[in-house]
Structure formats: C-alpha cells, structure tokens
C-alpha cells in the first residue's frame, strides 16, 4: 500500500519512470537480432545400443561404463549422461558451444569402435547420432477435408 502512496504523492516522479522504462523496454526491442533461420547451435551426440534380455544393470555393466570410460579422450565433452533400461542403453554426450563438431563425432565413433573390443559376443555396434536442432521442424500444416 505504501508503493501506491508514493506514487500518488509524487506524480511526476511516477510518469519520468513510467517513461523511462518504455524507453529502454522499446530500445532493448530494436536490438534484439531478427534473422529468419536463426543459428540454433545445441552441440550434442547421442549413443545407442540395444542388446534384448539385459537388465539395466547388465547393460550399464557391458555397455555404458565401457563407452563413458572411452569418452574421457573425446575433446570438447562438457557432460555425458546415460539411461539404462532393459535392453537399452542411450549416452548423452554435451559438448561446449565452439566444439566441432565433425571432428567430435568422428572422435566418438573412433571411440565407440575400441569399446566394441570389450562388449559381449554377437552385440551390433552402437548407433551414434548427432543432433542438430536446425534440422526440427519451425511447424506443421495440416490440411483436411469432408470429401
């Protein structure tokens, strides 16, 4: 309530801050960068292997605990996360913004290949998948008729 009567109190002093900040709300608005396709950089690189009838603690053991402990020489790597559910297992490799990423692939294929030495017999080598969000969809049509 004391804000209110401060306000009321000092009129002027209310309509210069109004002001001010309308101007420097319409100034940070005309600096904001507009660009049609906007640089959507999320620099990361998934890791998949499946291998049927394992519990996670099973694929944790032969699969991810493997991979992550290969991934130490991978350049640029910020974070690496895994889940592990039955037959699965999906490593999440973060890498910092100026990572390049042609060459962190490559390095995590190269890696992934010597972990392959260590997983069990018959196991297909692990899918690795790079996401750029670039590649997503802005949005979607859809179109329908009664006929």
Do not use: H, W
């Amino acid at each position: 309530m004391s804000l209110v009567t401060a306000a009321l109190r000092r009129p002027i002093t209310t309509v210069i801050i109004t002001l001010s900040l309308l101007l420097f709300s319409v100034l940070a608005v005309l600096k904001i960068p507009i660009d049609i396709f906007p640089q959507l950089n999320s620099p990361t690189i998934y890791v998949i292997e499946s291998y049927g009838g394992m519990s996670p603690q099973q694929m944790e053991g032969f699969f991810s605990s493997r991979m992550q402990d290969q991934f130490l020489y991978v350049n640029g790597i910020k974070n690496i996360s895994a889940k592990n559910i039955q037959g699965l297992t999906l490593l999440k490799l973060s890498f910092y913004e100026n990572t390049d990423m042609a060459e962190a692939s490559a390095q995590v294929a190269l890696q992934v290949n010597r972990a392959m030495k260590f997983f069990p017999p018959g196991a297909l080598p692990p899918q690795v998948v790079r996401f750029d969000a670039s590649s997503l969809p802005v949005g979607q049509l859809v179109l329908s008729s009664k006929t």
